[in-house]
């Protein structure tokens, strides 16, 4: 990943050099991601466990699992996924029997689904007073079943925003715009939190105020931002 991350913790004004800063105002909407910020960093030890469970190369199958993921999550069904991602790290890799499908689907969503949920009370408390709070996560179905499972998303969030129910992921344009329609917000006066340096670039793109998500003073961060 390269290229200038924009964030909006701190300003630093004055000459170069200068230890002076200006805190910019508290947004009037937060946009949260899901995976590694409303849950905590997914676990891929599994993956090498998958691969040894189909005969597939662990480094291939963990490089296919994250090539083909852009179009599970905008459309491709989780068989196809899974056929693909097995064809590009088995030889001869034929057919994936129900059950080994099974298997897969579920133990993907267990990644994904280890919840932080000192986000989730942060995103509670923005909203209670006074803010509003979108959900924009670039994922597939079968993922997002199991979280809708667990937390209404609908009653938490003002915006829920989903790749696979758009058509359209990050970092598309398209699809920060179409969350902040539904927050009804203008995008210098949201924030959007991601740990995905390509997807905080084009969030910058469209003008949202940014937090990188990364390191482990990043919820120390955001609470700095909205409080």
Known sequence: MS?????????FVGAPGSRSIERMPRPAGLILDYGNVLTHPQDQTWMDQAAHRLGADVTAFRAAYWQHRPAYDADLTAAEYWHRVLAASRRGAGALDAADLAWLIEADIASWSVYHDEVWALAARFRRTGGRVGFLSNSGPEVMARVRERWPLDAR?????????????????????????????????????????DNIEGAARVGLRTLHWEGADALDRLRALVR
């Open 3 to 11: 290229g200038r991350i924009v964030t909006c913790r701190l300003r």
């Open 157 to 197: 969030f003002d915006a829920v925003v989903i790749s696979c129910e758009v058509g359209v992921s990050k970092p598309d344009p398209r699809i920060y715009q179409l969350c902040l329609d539904r927050l009804q917000l203008p995008a210098p006066r949201t924030l959007f939190v991601d740990d995905r340096a």
